[in-house]
């Protein structure tokens, strides 16, 4: 039931980003998340959104900050970017109690959860990109992403 309850989320998510599109400059939508990035700079993006981990535990809903490395590494090519930041968010425990073993009570807990993430991004025209992604979060291990972006 938990798992329906992330699609769900994840079908909002998409449905709400197609409706205030018009303020966004880019939509990312991957396999385990999507997010709108708004640019605040001209290296700096911000990002509301909600994310899981690949083995669909919590549900974080959050925002995060990117620096993009385009200018600072000279990458003059507009078809790729390079970028890193960080995230915050609200961590949901939606997965099954039955891997509760003792001594782990408190790690299914919902709680504030921070962390970060590094990534590179390719288009392949003037609207479309791939993108692949590392995160990791104070309620996810590591977690690898990839997913596609529409430029609004």
Request: hydrophobic share 40%; glycine share 12%; net charge negative.
């Amino acid at each position: 039931m938990r798992k329906m309850t992330l699609l769900f989320v994840f079908a909002l998510s998409f449905s709400f980003a197609s409706v205030f599109a018009q303020a966004r400059k880019e939509l990312n939508f991957g396999y385990i998340g999507i997010n709108y990035e708004i640019p605040i700079h001209k290296d700096i993006t911000i990002a509301p959104g909600a994310s899981t981990n690949s083995s669909i535990d919590f549900l974080t809903v959050g925002v995060k900050a990117n620096y993009y490395f385009d200018n600072l590494f000279g990458i003059s090519n507009a078809a790729w970017d390079v970028y890193g930041g960080a995230n915050a968010g609200y961590a949901f425990w939606i997965g099954d109690d039955h891997d509760n073993g003792a001594g782990n009570d408190d790690k299914h807990d919902d709680d504030f959860d921070i962390g970060g993430q590094f990534g590179v991004r390719w288009f392949w025209n003037d609207k479309w990109g791939v993108y692949v992604e590392g995160s990791y979060g104070s309620h996810t291990d590591f977690t690898p992403q990839i997913g596609l972006t529409m430029k609004l």
